[in-house]
């Protein structure tokens, strides 16, 4: 059983990975708007990687017989000013993400929940390969940005990426 503490920032973290599905899924709106499908499928990749997340949380909750609690899933942006704009807000993203999970692992770490500190380092480790994915994306954009054939390039690559569903419970 987990504290009550823990399970209230178990709970905002599952919202908050909901939230990023949402918000990756409004990206994929605005690059299909824009005529960008290998970009559209990039962040659509995105999102379903963020509800495999949410519902590592969801099952983790309830396996260790807490209470999952769903909140209002606010409203992401819907427009950007170019791809070098979107690429840096996901990055900017995955930053803010790293850091409401180093939250739990320290108040993990306090409460002396070790299974839950456990649960945690996958999603440690995922937010360093979130992190150097949303980076690599950026550093592409930017040398892109100034040459619409290079863009369209970057799009054709992009399209190529598939989502590749956790293959065991952990979530590897």
């Excluded at 899933?73 to 850091?99: G, M």
Aim: hydrophobic residues 40%; proline residues 4%.
């Amino acid at each position: 059983m987990i504290s009550e503490r823990i399970e209230k920032a178990l709970n905002r973290q599952l919202n908050a990975e909901l939230y990023s599905a949402y918000l990756y899924l409004s990206m994929a709106a605005y690059y299909e708007a824009s005529d960008l499908p290998g970009f559209a499928n990039w962040m659509r990749v995105q999102a379903q990687e963020e509800l495999t997340h949410a519902m590592k949380f969801f099952d983790y909750i309830v396996q260790r017989d807490g209470r999952v609690t769903l909140e209002m899933i606010e409203k992401p942006p819907e427009e950007w000013e170019s791809p070098v704009d979107v690429s840096k807000h996901v990055l900017e993203h995955e930053r803010k993400v790293t850091s409401l999970i180093n939250d739990l692992v320290d108040l993990a770490l306090e409460e002396k929940d070790h299974a839950t500190y456990n649960f945690l380092q996958w999603f440690v480790a995922e937010q360093v390969e979130e992190e150097e994915s949303a980076g690599e994306l950026l550093r592409k954009v930017k040398l892109a940005s100034e040459s619409p054939a290079s863009i369209l390039m970057v799009d054709n690559e992009l399209g190529g990426r598939v989502f590749n569903p956790p293959t065991d419970e952990k979530g590897e």
